[in-house]
């Protein structure tokens, strides 16, 4: 077996054309790399062991090579993230995917939709027009600890218009308290009471939402465990990203900075 005292550099990952919705969140590594490594210090049928695979590329250059592979990561998210960009990932058609989506914006609690109950949380006013509206997203200041301004797609308008909020907005968000039902209830169900550690960092992650995107959450999910698991499977990816998307680690306009960095799972 060779050792390599060399330069390795690597061609761009053949799983790169697959899209994921966690994808964001796995550093790229260059295809090659772990072909070079693994050629040169095993044979053919013995087994890599990834302890924290953070990449599909190794799984599947040991597996081209003729070497079984072990993966592992202690986070669940990491783990369904390299699933779906596995070449043989088993992805919900997209009729699937909009079926359970349908299934759960139109699920019944207490005579409300969930689709209903998730409008009246973020209802406003078009900031061009100022007739009613819905807001796509509001934007929190956090030496304010409040929404300086908002997104709505106003059907009056008949387009996506941004704006500072107002006083009925702020009034809206003031509503929510920070430690509210919602709040302990979900708390409550990434880890139980007994387990301090576990549950301060827990904490830490709930943290990371505003108090009313913890109700919209905690709605969400309540309707989600009612699904079937066909369904839950289907939406499971996008669940995850919407997640990820309106909390504190999705900086407003990162998409217009173009931020290589990955992004990490814990709050600035």
Known sequence: MAEIAYFVPGRSPSWAVRQSPLQIYLPS????VASAYIQATTQPGDLILDPFCQTPQVICEALALGRRVLAANFNPVVIRAVELLLPWADWPDLQAVGTAFTHLADSVASNETLRARLAAHYVTRCPTCKKPAQAEYFVWERD???????????????????????????????????????????????????????????AGVLAAYTPRALAAISDIVIRFDALPKAERDALRPLLLETLATCSAIH??????????????????
């Open 29 to 32: 590594m260059p295809a090659g």
């Open 144 to 202: 304010q600890l409040e929404p300086v301004e908002k997104c709505v797609r106003c059907k009056q308008c008949n387009a996506e218009s941004r704006g500072p909020t107002d006083k009925d907005d702020l009034a809206l968000a003031g509503r929510y308290e920070a430690r509210s039902l919602p709040y302990w209830l979900l708390l409550d169900r990434v880890v139980s009471a007994e387990h301090g550690d576990e549950r301060e960092r827990a």
């Open 251 to 268: 900086p407003h306009e990162e998409e217009q900075l173009r931020s290589p960095r990955p992004r990490s799972l814990k709050p600035p």
